[in-house]
Nanobody, 120 residues
Framework: QVQVVESGGGLVQAGGSLRLSCAASGSTFSIDVMGWYRQAPGKQRELVATINTSGETNYAGSVKGRFTISRDNAKSTVYLQMNSLKPEDTAVYYC??????????????WGQGTQVTVSS
């Protein structure tokens, strides 16, 4: 089993910054993709950013240039640095860890979510 614990959410004014952290523990071997998703009230969960073991990143267009994802493989931790925050970034942010068995077969592990609120 994999345990996923997020931290770092909170309330910030528009234009401000926050840094989210996500620490994995337990059977973390072969966790290849780590990422962040978010869900705003009344909306579907959406991808924010992902990073693989090689450090290759993928961002949603709405956050590109403002958010930076990084990971520390030795600590099984992934970070999301969020700058120039906007009210539309308000959501519950979820950490996702993915273990691939084959290209199309994988297991997902989710954190409990951390609230990010950006005031205008």
């Amino acid at each position: 089993q994999v345990q996923v614990v997020e931290s770092g959410g909170g309330l910030v004014q528009a234009g401000g910054s926050l840094r989210l952290s996500c620490a994995a523990s337990g059977s973390t071997f072969s966790i290849d993709v780590m990422g962040w998703y978010r869900q705003a009230p009344g909306k579907q969960r959406e991808l924010v950013a992902t990073i693989n073991t090689s450090g290759e990143t993928n961002y949603a267009g709405s956050v590109k240039g403002r958010f930076t994802i990084s990971r520390d493989n030795a600590k099984s931790t992934v970070y999301l640095q969020m700058n120039s925050l906007k009210p539309e970034d308000t959501a519950v942010y979820y950490c996702n860890l993915r273990r691939h068995y084959t290209q199309n077969a994988y297991s997902d592990y989710w954190g409990q979510g951390t609230q990010v609120t950006v005031s205008s």
